[in-house]
């Protein structure tokens, strides 16, 4: 890998090799001035498939067109591209929507992403990038770096470290885990290999949250034949919303006007670029996309006890509204809907028990400036609250390693893990550690948007040019230090 004659690589691992972690690897390889080994440690056969993207049900697909599924902002419709060039649609008719615009199933963007990774170490020789199939159990740092050991105890050792770790599994909602220790059927993992096939074509399904993974989880039941109803339900009972197709203008408010400095400032701003929009004949999802293109600006304006208003108060509206559902997703539920197959509901759960045959679910349900309580009987329970942010450290064991040893901790918003504005991660003594960076949705608390696709790809190329930026400033204190050290071995030992 390098060549003779050059110093030794320095070395980079990445915690996590899933979109964000696989595409921080191919930026930092294209990026590379100076011999590097980078090594990616993820479990998964192929890098860049993450929980989202490794999916091989046909009936999971990405939730906007390929054509905005961008890795190079330079280069907006490179996916879209690949797909047509490699033929990746033939045999999946339904991919392609009424206006021309391709859905295609999430495993294929997994695909593509590997391949970019794959292609830019090669192109690079000095770049030696290495997949380590397995999981980190123990990190530890000291005056040499970092050292990481591997699940099958291997040990690897780096000069700097990037944590893209996994979004953790959803928490089971207390009112549940009674009815599930009892030995009731709650899928707490709906993106487990095998989740679903216990559930027979007639049973009556309960599904807990109204999200992106609800839509999959009923286009999945649906792809399977299943005849039983299905009830989706969560406090607020809202569904994510669907895209609009067509000539859309883009606006610029958010970018051109001072940014609000409260919640409620910044709602009432949307609110009424909603309207203006319509004025002029646009669709709220022009406002939305100007903001979320902006959402970096957006939420530095907000001090923490506003962030943390925001997310009280609008977050739920925000996710509905932000991330929108595949029109094929959106197809199937308004067809089950209609034949009465599926319904949803605003409600919260009051409790759960098990009789050995059905789950039985205390409900409390809201609507029309009404409340009341009900029970309902299923056969199965699926949770698709989201991931459970406010756990990663405890779930992930480099994490809690770090934790341990005081390198990380919990941001103040419950999002993922508290970073300065380079994303560094910054300790127990709020001092952040320059060879230690986060990449990805743990960094939202700082960040803000770091959810979608364009916003994290964005992210990654950052946290990659930091990298590499630490790593030439590591590597010229190091020949500093090996020059000094040179001459005073000369002068202490002249040649005779």
């Known amino acids: ?40 440690i993820e479990p998964r056969a192929r890098l860049g498939g993450g929980v989202a993207y490794s999916a091989t049900d046909p009936a999971h697909r990405i939730n906007v067109p390929a054509s905005r599924m961008t890795v190079f902002a330079a280069d907006p419709t490179q996916f879209d591209r690949w797909l ?6 033939e045999g999946d008719p339904a991919a392609l929507w009424r206006d021309g615009s391709a859905f ?26 290495h997949h380590h199939r397995g999981t980190v159990r123990d990190v530890a740092h000291g005056p040499g770096g970092f050292t990481l050991v591997l699940q099958d105890g291997v040990t690897l050792r780096a000069d700097l470290v990037v944590l893209a770790v996994s979004h953790p599994p959803p928490a089971v909602p207390a009112a549940l885990r009674g009815a599930q220790a009892a030995g009731a059927p709650v899928i707490d993992d709906p993106w487990r290999p095998g989740a679903l096939d216990a559930i027979a074509p007639e049973a009556c399904v309960l599904v807990v949250g109204t999200g992106l993974t609800m839509a999959d989880v009923v286009s999945t039941l649906d792809r399977r034949g299943h005849r039983g109803p299905v009830l989706a339900v969560s406090r607020r009972g809202l569904l994510s919303r669907g895209h609009v197709f067509g000539d859309i203008a883009k606006r610029n408010w958010f970018a051109d006007s001072a940014p609000c400095h409260t919640a409620l400032g910044l709602c009432r701003a949307v609110r009424a670029q909603v309207r203006e929009a319509a004025l002029d004949g646009q ?56 034949r009465g197959q599926f319904r949803s509901l605003a409600a ?51 994490l809690a390693a770090l934790a341990r040893g005081g390198l990380v901790r919990a941001d103040a918003l419950g999002l993922g893990l508290d970073v300065d504005a380079s994303n560094r991660a910054i300790g127990a003594d709020g001092v952040a550690l320059p060879t230690l960076l986060v990449v990805g949705p743990l960094a939202r608390g700082q960040v803000g948007e770091l959810m979608g696709l364009p916003q994290v790809s964005d992210h990654a190329e950052q946290v990659a040019e930091t990298a590499m930026t630490t790593a030439l400033a590591m590597r010229g204190r ?17 040649t005779v």
């Open 104 to 129: 295609p199933q999430r495993g294929l963007f997994g695909r593509y992403i590997a391949e970019l990774v794959h292609d830019a170490g090669a192109a690079q020789p000095d770049v030696a990038l």
């Open 1 to 40: 890998m390098t060549r003779a004659g050059t110093a030794p690589a320095m070395r980079v691992a990445i915690v996590g090799g899933g979109f964000s972690g696989a595409v921080t690897a191919m930026h930092l390889a294209r990026k590379a001035t100076l011999p590097l080994a980078i090594d990616v």
């Open 478 to 494: 190091s020949e500093a230090a090996a020059t000094a050290a040179g001459r005073a071995a000369t002068v202490a030992f002249p």
């Open 84 to 89: 047509r060039t490699h033929a990746a649609l």
């Open 348 to 398: 919260s759960l009051r409790g759960a028990s098990w009789d050995g045959a059905r789950v039985h679910v205390r409900l409390h349900q809201r609507g029309a400036g009404t409340a009341q309580e009900s029970e309902i009987e299923a056969d199965a329970v699926i949770v698709t609250t989201g991931p459970a942010h406010g756990s990663v450290i405890a779930s992930n064991p480099a």
């Open 283 to 338: 669709p709220w999802q022009a406002v939305f996309d100007d903001l979320r293109a902006n959402a970096r600006r957006v939420w530095s304006a907000l001090d923490v006890t506003e962030r943390q208003r925001l997310l009280r108060h609008l977050r739920p509206f925000w996710d509905v509204h932000r991330f929108r559902v595949a029109p094929q997703a959106e197809e199937t539920i308004a067809r089950l809907r209609a």
